[in-house]
């Protein structure tokens, strides 16, 4: 992966609309964002007055179309991200920002490719490798563009993944610390789980 200096380079996002959102999980703005270094859009929902603030709890979610959408038991990204919400929701200020990296940033028709390679015995890591990929291609400069454009300070990141931490830090965003984020498994996804630890060093 090639390091970038977050001081040298200029944002990737432009912070475009946003708007007041009450959900199921309470009242929150959704901020709505343009990328021009990949040309998607991004959303990010945020509780309470983010700005400046030390410490303040934030979610990375990479985009699950399978898990979030239509309720997929093969990962446990929706219980992650309905918790996160919940959790947020019920606490005084946070954000959840939603990130643009199906499938670990391989994309849908790789991530099904992988499945079904999954389906023949191959474990989540090994499926990635088989399809000449490494088993996480995700990047965090932009989700560290969208934190700065939010104003945050600093932030406790909701997340097992100390990678994320690390791909945050170097992107030049304080992380105070992880707050835990375990899901109880079912029988579809536990050796999922058991590889995101062994394999992958998720803190599970
Ligand atoms: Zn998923």
């Known amino acids: ?39 998607q859009e991004y959303g990010a929902v945020v509780k309470g007055d983010i700005t400046n603030g030390t410490g303040v709890p934030v979610r990375l979610h990479s985009e699950c179309f399978t898990g979030d959408l239509m309720g997929s ?3 446990d990204c929706r219980d992650q991200l309905e918790a996160a919400l919940e959790y947020i929701g019920s606490i005084e200020c946070g954000a ?4 643009r990296q199906e499938g670990r940033g391989i994309g849908l028709v790789n991530k099904v490719r992988a499945y079904a390679l999954q389906d023949g015995g ?36 909701i997340s097992n993944n100390p990678n994320k931490r690390d791909g945050l830090l170097a992107a030049g965003i304080t992380v105070d610390s992880l707050i ?24 599970l």
């Open 73 to 75: 038991l093969r990962c």
């Open 96 to 99: 959840v920002v939603y990130l």
């Open 180 to 203: 835990p984020h375990r899901m109880t498994p079912n029988s579809h996804n536990a050796s999922y789980l058991m590889t995101k630890k062994i394999k992958s060093g998720h803190l």
């Open 122 to 157: 191959l474990d989540t890591v090994e499926a990635n490798h088989a399809l000449g990929f490494p088993d996480d291609l995700r990047q965090y400069n932009i989700a560290a563009d969208i934190l700065r454009e939010l104003e945050v300070g600093s932030v406790r990141l």
């Open 1 to 39: 992966m090639i390091e970038e200096n977050a001081a040298e380079r200029s944002s990737t996002i432009t912070r475009s609309a946003s708007a007041q959102m009450p959900s199921r999980f309470g009242d929150f703005r959704i901020y709505a964002f343009q990328c021009t270094s990949d040309g």
